[in-house]
Nanobody, 122 residues
Framework: QVQLVESGGGLVQAGGSLRLSCVASGSIFSINAMGWYRQAPGKQRELVAAITRGGTTNYAGSVNDRFTISRDNGKNTVYLQMNSLKPEDTAVYYC????????????????WGKGTLVTVSS
């Protein structure tokens, strides 16, 4: 099993920045692709950003050019740098990982964190 623990959420004003972190532990050999999802109140969960072990990234169109995903394989950690935050970015953000090389919106990852709340005030 893989355990994922997110941190870094909180309250920020529109235009501000936050950096989320997610540390993986347990069966680290099962971790390949990693990503961040979010779920806003009353909305479906959506893939925000994903990164392969080699560093190839992909983003949802709504966050492109504002969010940056990165990872430190030596620390088993994935990050999400969020800039120019908007009220519509308010959501619970979940870290996810999968043994497969990539994460895509069409297939849920195997492992999930419990989430961290990001609230952006206007």
């Amino acid at each position: 099993q893989v355990q994922l623990v997110e941190s870094g959420g909180g309250l920020v004003q529109a235009g501000g920045s936050l950096r989320l972190s997610c540390v993986a532990s347990g069966s680290i050999f099962s971790i390949n692709a990693m990503g961040w999802y979010r779920q806003a109140p009353g909305k479906q969960r959506e893939l925000v950003a994903a990164i392969t072990r080699g560093g190839t990234t992909n983003y949802a169109g709504s966050v492109n050019d504002r969010f940056t995903i990165s990872r430190d394989n030596g620390k088993n950690t994935v990050y999400l740098q969020m800039n120019s935050l908007k009220p519509e970015d308010t959501a619970v953000y979940y870290c996810a990982s999968d043994p497969r090389p990539s994460i895509s919106p069409s297939r849920d990852p195997r492992y999930w964190g419990k989430g961290t709340l990001v609230t952006v005030s206007s």
